[in-house]
């Protein structure tokens, strides 16, 4: 990376927390294996079976409370820190990790495991606990009306209005660790190509979207990722301040 980028965004999915011991979605030993999408990640499911998918994702918020961050996430909070404003966080994935590792605005398009969503009021508040009918809702006080503050299929992400200005405006777009199978997030790499932009997939892998990005870093992100993390850094003190 010769010439520093004014702009970064950087998505990233499960493969980025999956050296942490975070199962990524689609494997043998996934989060959801066992259990059927459909019956815990849907709006559906949720209107049939409000309180087996709190259990789930119950399940799943205990699972979080003690994982660390690793190297690739440890990476992008030095990424932050070198660019400022010339640079947003967009992850797909509910572990907290990206904000255990110090970045401090990441954008969780998919919503968050440690918070909750009420459906009588809609405020979204963090939550460490479980979910339980009698858990009332700390905003509103009701009760049997909390939900996973989590992005069910269908739903429409957070945030994008936000992203897809910046994915407009930047001229350097990074994905790691996701599949490409999840839109709308799978398609910013069009984005980002239409807005002229340089685009990156790390990943152990090919995937989906392989053939639309324009460079590729293979292997794991807890290696490739600081690497080339230490690149960009370089370019912007050898070109001085990028932003001005
Ligand atoms: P995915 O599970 O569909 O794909 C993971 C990708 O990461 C794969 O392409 C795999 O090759 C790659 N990968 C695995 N280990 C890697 C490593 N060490 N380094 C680099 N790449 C690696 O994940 P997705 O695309 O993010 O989509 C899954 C959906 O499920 C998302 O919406 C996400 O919110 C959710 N999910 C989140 C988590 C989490 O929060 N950690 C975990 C599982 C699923
Ligand atoms: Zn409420």
Redesign the pocket.
């Known amino acids: 990376m010769r010439q520093a980028p004014r702009s970064i965004v950087v998505l990233t999915?499960?493969?980025?927390?999956?050296?942490s011991g975070?199962?990524?979605?689609?494997g043998p030993d996934?989060?959801w294996h066992g259990r059927r999408v459909e019956d815990v990640a849907t709006h559906e499911a949720l209107e049939r079976d409000l309180w087996g998918v709190n259990a789930f994702f119950n399940e799943l918020r205990r699972f979080v409370a003690d994982i660390k961050p690793n190297p690739a996430h440890e990476a992008l909070v030095k990424l932050e820190q070198a660019y400022g404003n010339a640079f947003l966080l967009v992850t797909?994935?509910?572990?907290p990790l990206h904000d255990r590792a110090g970045s401090k605005h990441p954008l969780h398009m998919?919503g968050e495991l440690q918070s909750i969503l009420c459906e009588q009021c809609g405020q979204r508040t963090p939550f460490f606990g479980d979910v339980l009918p009698q858990t009332a809702c700390p905003a509103c006080g009701r009760t049997e009306c909390l939900r996973p503050d989590i992005v069910l299929f269908n739903e429409m992400p957070y945030a994008m209005d936000q992203i897809i200005d910046a994915l407009m405006a930047c001229d350097l777009f990074i994905a790691?660790?996701?599949?490409?199978?999840?839109y709308p997030a799978a398609g910013f790499v069009d984005i980002a190509t239409h807005a002229g932009a340089h685009t990156i997939e790390?990943?152990?892998?090919e995937?989906e979207r392989s053939p639309a990005f324009a460079e590729k870093r293979t292997g794991?992100?807890?290696q490739t990722l600081p690497a080339l993390v230490a690149e960009l850094i370089k370019a912007k003190e050898h070109d001085g301040d990028p932003r001005t």
Do not use: K, Y
């Not at 975070?22 to 689609?26: A, D, G, I, N, Q």
């Not at 790691?176 to 999840?182: E, I, N, P, R």
């Open positions: 999915g499960a493969g980025i927390s999956a050296e975070v199962p990524v979605f689609r996934g989060l797909q994935n509910v572990d998919h790691v660790g996701t599949s490409g199978f999840v790390i990943n152990l892998a995937t794991p992100a807890g």
